[in-house]
């Protein structure tokens, strides 16, 4: 679903927490950044549209493997910047983990913050809200900064 409620350009979905979540939320913001460019004309790099896979499917990721239940999923264009919120049932804020280049795995929020312009996670009456803002064109500049809260 795609509307323009806020003046913004938007998608969302509830996922189901199963094992295809993931690959449904990819799709869904592939797609939605498809139509923001085909459609909408919006500028949409193609590094933008797969780094935006990537956030999607980090963060979709830690909330299926940290919290049970459901999982909504929400993308936004503001400005030069698509911003992925992921909510989760549980209210534990993700910490990134101190660089190991032994550890395998649990680098998902490393990559997610390595790649965004800002990371921020906030508890929810219910849980958390995880946002991440990337940049839509490879020229804007100011990635692999985070803003967390």
């Not at 592939?30 to 590094?47: G, N, T």
């Not at 680098?107 to 995880?130: D, N, Q, W, Y």
């Amino acid at each position: 679903m795609v509307s323009h409620g806020d003046g913004h350009l938007r998608a969302a979905a509830a996922l189901d927490g199963q094992g295809g979540c993931i690959a449904e939320a990819r799709h869904l913001a592939a797609d939605f950044l498809s139509l923001a460019r085909s459609e909408h004309r919006i500028p949409v790099s193609q590094r933008a549209l797969e780094l935006t896979q990537l956030v999607v499917s980090e963060l979709v990721t830690n909330a299926r493997k940290y919290a049970a239940g459901p999982i909504l999923l929400d993308l936004r264009i503001a400005g030069d910047l698509v911003e992925v919120q992921v909510w989760d049932s549980n209210p534990g804020l993700p910490v990134a983990r101190v660089a190991d280049v032994s550890r395998v795995g649990q680098h998902g929020l490393e990559i997610v913050m390595a790649v965004c312009r800002s990371v921020e996670a906030v508890r929810e009456p219910v849980g958390k809200r995880v946002t991440a803002r990337l940049p839509l064109t490879d020229d804007a500049t100011g990635t692999g900064s985070t803003d967390r809260r």
